[in-house]
């Protein structure tokens, strides 16, 4: 019998990190530490019991609470109602001089950010002095932060039509009523503010973001023509032009608006290839070439105006072409990380799969070139950033270039650790290519920063079993499988890994209790069938079960060489020694393995065939990588041993 290598049945797959690489990387990881053994959970703390005493204590504060807020709101409705633009009664000297120590108290304690207790200074000094504007405007900013929104539109309507000439209160209450989506009333404050308050056009722009926000397009257009003829045309009034004209579907205009951008600045690119983007958005290809090549004209390397252009050639089925361009895009500095990420992902996806790249065509092989190629301009370009490796080690990894890519996301994860997708890749790559000590090594680097990632206990775990330490692998895997949810396909990987470990540690119960939980989680494993089966034919135990679970092997693998050889063991333990034999020629016919011509040799001994087991066990241990004591025993004194 073969034993199946460890990750058979777990094979690498090359988990493409597009969301990962459409993240910012950065921010630390908070330290968490991977308990060493299967400690229990602490005890939850105990919630402390209130006496009668404290909770009459608790009612009297919730009430005055109540009371205070009522107290407020009745305040509101008086300055809402009662005190319009009228200045109110004159106050004595020692009215004035309380009013303002408590307005200037409370505007002390707002900026140290303690609203709770401006309000009390502030309500203090309103009640004294009720047609005050600015204490008005002052409680209507903390009621706000307070979350009071009614008091604080109250407060600030009563600021605007007390001292109707400050900007600041119409700016204020206008805030309030679009932070509660009254967009109307928002606007109609803008409006006032326009009226009453001499040199305000300044603030034309605003209003026609809120008329846009009450859906009122024609009023917002007014407002900022009106901001235009005073101040000219700007990049903020042309933009919000052109936004309202694709808004009420009228294109002609929107392209004037970007036009008029345009002269007023003739020397800014982005103007031009925002003029280029709206054509295209629009399928007309040939003005936005047009507006393209002005654009190159300008600036001959820019890089969005390239790949634009690229996005053009390729439509035409220019691909020469297109592919020059993105490569001199990729060559510009100005072309950010993350809109290279973007393109490389596009590459990612058309790429074909590492298994179907074995024999990638011409087409594919040499999309593949320029995506290593523009990878290597992105490393170039910014050898510090992590985004710039993770994206290579994905192109190498669906390239086969397995070895290549590892090195690409350790560079990643030397720049930026707090990735779990990295480092899982990192671990997948290691056991693909039986790196044991690289795998047990970056394992448990990743279990200090992610320990609760079963995945990573079950790698750590497989390290641990290759290296033969197999009391800390059972603790391992064990203490993985608890942490699988809803991931059945890990669980039963975990059960498996448990079955292969105690059969080392000669736990038979355990093991069998594992193989059998993988068995029920997928009946047709064939790395557990395989596996299980061959430790019981060593044993001598429960052969029956055994040939059942191989010829089951067969039925799901009729040609497969490792099942053959299995099912023949089997045979062999049972004393079917004929029918072992023809097993076994037909593995070999499948692959010359030393495990299978060893096998091969016993059982022609056991056939009476003392010649051709020599053989045969002679060219097994040609084939060997590592001695064999019983085998080399056979050899030298030509006879059998178990």
Same mark, same amino acid.
């Given at each position: ?32 530490? =991977? ?15 209130? #006496?009668? =005493? ?27 109602n009662n005190h319009g633009g009228t200045k109110g009664r004159m106050l004595s000297p020692q009215e004035s001089e309380a009013a303002e120590a408590l307005f200037i108290d409370g505007v002390k304690l707002l900026t140290l950010d303690d609203p709770n207790r ?10 004294? $002095? ?5 204490v008005n405007y002052k409680l209507a900013e903390t009621a706000s932060k307070l979350n009071q929104v009614g008091e604080a539109i109250a407060y600030g309507k009563a600021a605007v039509r007390l001292e109707p000439k400050n900007p600041y209160y119409y700016l ?28 305000? $056009? ?222 899982? *890749? ?7 290519? $039986? ?33 033969? $330490? ?43 209790? =594992? ?58 333990? *049972? ?60 050899? *030298?004194?030509? #006879?059998?041993?178990?």
């Amino acid at each position: 019998m073969v034993f199946l290598p460890l990750f058979s049945a777990f094979p690498l797959r090359v988990a493409l990190l597009i969301v990962l690489l459409t993240l910012p990387f950065g921010g630390s990881v908070q330290a968490q530490i =991977a308990p060493a053994g299967l400690e229990a959970p602490p005890d939850r703390p105990r919630t402390p019991r209130v #006496t009668r =005493a404290e909770r009459r204590q608790l009612r009297a504060i919730e009430k005055a609470a109540r009371q205070e807020q009522k107290k407020r709101e009745a305040d509101a409705k008086v300055v809402e109602n009662n005190h319009g633009g009228t200045k109110g009664r004159m106050l004595s000297p020692q009215e004035s001089e309380a009013a303002e120590a408590l307005f200037i108290d409370g505007v002390k304690l707002l900026t140290l950010d303690d609203p709770n207790r401006a309000l009390e200074k502030l309500v203090k000094a309103w009640q004294i $002095d009720p047609t005050n504007a600015a204490v008005n405007y002052k409680l209507a900013e903390t009621a706000s932060k307070l979350n009071q929104v009614g008091e604080a539109i109250a407060y600030g309507k009563a600021a605007v039509r007390l001292e109707p000439k400050n900007p600041y209160y119409y700016l204020l209450l206008s805030q309030l009523y679009a932070g509660q989506q009254q967009y109307d009333d928002a606007a109609d404050v803008y409006a006032g503010l326009l009226r009453e308050v001499p040199d305000a $056009d300044q603030y034309l722009p605003q209003l026609a973001d809120l008329y846009v926000a009450a859906a009122k397009l024609d009023q917002a257009l007014a407002a900022l023509e009106k901001a235009e003829k005073r101040y000219g045309v700007s990049e903020e009034t042309a933009l919000k032009r052109q936004q309202i004209y694709l808004r009420k579907n009228d294109f002609p205009k929107a392209v004037t608006a970007g036009e008029d951008l345009i002269r007023a600045n003739p020397s800014e690119v982005r103007y031009v290839l925002a003029l280029a983007s709206l054509y295209l958005a629009n399928n007309l290809n040939a003005k936005a070439l047009e507006q393209i090549e002005r654009a190159l004209q300008t600036a001959p390397n820019h890089p969005q105006a390239l790949l634009l252009r690229s996005d053009l050639r390729r439509a035409k089925n220019d691909s020469t072409g297109a592919e020059a361009d993105v490569r001199q895009a990729f060559r510009s500095p100005e072309l950010d990380i993350d809109a290279r990420v973007r393109i490389m992902i596009e590459f990612i996806k058309r790429l074909p799969s590492v298994e179907s790249a074995r024999k990638p065509t011409a087409t594919q092989e040499k999309r593949r070139q320029n995506a290593l190629e523009l990878a290597t301009l992105t490393i170039q370009n910014y050898p510090d950033e992590p985004k710039s490796y993770a994206v290579m080690g994905d192109l190498q990894a669906l390239s086969g270039q397995k070895k290549e890519a590892r090195a690409s996301y350790l560079q990643a994860v030397r720049r930026d650790n707090s990735k779990f997708r990295l480092w899982q *890749q990192i671990v997948l790559l290691d056991a693909e290519l $039986d790196q044991t000590d690289s795998l047990l090594r970056h394992s448990e680097r990743a279990l200090r920063l992610f320990p609760n990632q079963p995945l990573l206990y079950f790698y750590n775990g497989s390290a641990l079993l290759l290296r033969k $330490d197999y009391e800390q692998a059972a603790r391992t895997f064990e203490y993985g499988r608890k942490m699988v949810a809803d991931e059945p396909e890990l669980r039963q990987q975990f059960e498996a890994q448990l079955g292969n470990t105690y059969e080392y540690l000669k736990q038979y119960d355990k093991s069998a209790a =594992a193989y059998e939980a993988a068995l029920a989680l997928n009946p047709d494993d064939a790395t557990v069938l395989n596996n299980y089966s061959y430790y019981l034919s060593v044993r001598g135990a429960h052969l029956d079960k055994a040939a059942t679970m191989t010829a089951r092997l067969l039925q799901l693998f009729p040609g497969n060489g490792t099942y053959l050889d299995t099912r023949a063991w089997v045979l062999y333990k *049972q004393g079917q020694y004929e029918a072992a034999r023809e097993l076994l020629e037909r593995a070999l016919r499948d692959r010359q393995d030393p495990d299978i011509l060893e096998h091969y040799g016993d059982v022609l001994w056991k056939l009476n065939r003392p010649a051709e087991a020599l053989i045969n066990w002679q060219r097994a241990r040609q084939l060997m990588h590592e001695p064999s004591e019983n085998l080399d025993r056979k050899i *030298q004194n030509k #006879t059998f041993y178990e």
